[in-house]
């Protein structure tokens, strides 16, 4: 029964380039939340998605940022043109509602942008 | 002022011993809490959650809640090495939506 699998594990980014980070839920999930994580902060809420739908992108950024979850593959979490402030951890989490109950995070994906 | 705050750290506590954490948070009409274990290059974890007023105890862990005093704490109990983690305190902002504190990272000596 595999948890919530995130890919890549680390990224190397240079500033300008694009990066994009995939989070596959627990089978049967269909809610997926993307949380980012600073160095030495708490994690941040950014963007909620169920299939296909985005129901709550308030903690993304307006510029650069972008998310997805389609009918068929994982979640993606696009980030265009990165800065080096870009530079933290992304972890994904997924329940099989809308409740934060029994969320299950991802091993994250950690994000370097030189 | 932050939605969440956690007492700041580090936390270091003897093998055996009571570590105590504590959080504060600011919006009153919050319901659930959660606590979260975070051990360094891994994913937050989920170890207690507490809806109501008053203790739940799980194994060495017991969660306080007061809402009156906007206060939910985290005791662990006989605390091992293993214990040596960051603790994330989380509150709900809606159904969905969780705002978590800077996290106290606590280290249990041998």
């Known amino acids: 029964n595999a948890g919530v699998m995130q890919n890549p594990r680390h990224l190397v980014r240079r500033r300008g380039q694009e990066a994009r980070l995939r989070c596959s839920p627990v089978k049967g999930h269909s809610h997926v939340y993307w949380y980012r994580q600073l160095p030495e902060e708490g994690l941040k809420f950014m963007v909620y998605?169920?299939?296909?739908?985005?129901?709550?992108e308030s903690g993304m950024p307006k510029e650069r940022f972008s998310a997805e979850f389609p009918k068929e593959g994982p979640s993606i979490l696009r980030i265009q043109q990165v800065v080096r402030g870009d530079s933290a951890a992304y972890f994904c989490a997924s329940t099989d509602r809308g409740s934060n109950t029994e969320a299950f995070f991802g091993q994250g994906t950690r994000l370097t942008v030189v | 002022q932050k939605e969440v705050e956690q007492n700041s750290g580090p936390l270091s506590v003897p093998e055996g011993a009571i570590a105590s954490l504590n959080c504060t948070y600011s919006d009153r009409g919050s319901q659930s809490f959660f606590w979260y274990r975070q051990y360094s290059g891994k994913s937050p974890e989920l170890i207690m959650f507490i809806y109501s007023n008053g203790d739940k105890e799980d194994g060495r862990f017991t969660a306080q809640l007061n809402k009156a005093s906007q206060y939910v704490s985290l005791l662990i109990r006989d605390s091992q090495p293993s214990d040596s983690a960051t603790y994330l305190c989380a509150v709900n902002l809606d159904d969905y939506k969780l705002s978590f504190g800077a996290g106290t990272t606590v280290t249990v000596r041998a």
């Open positions: 998605l169920q299939k296909e739908n985005i129901i709550d």
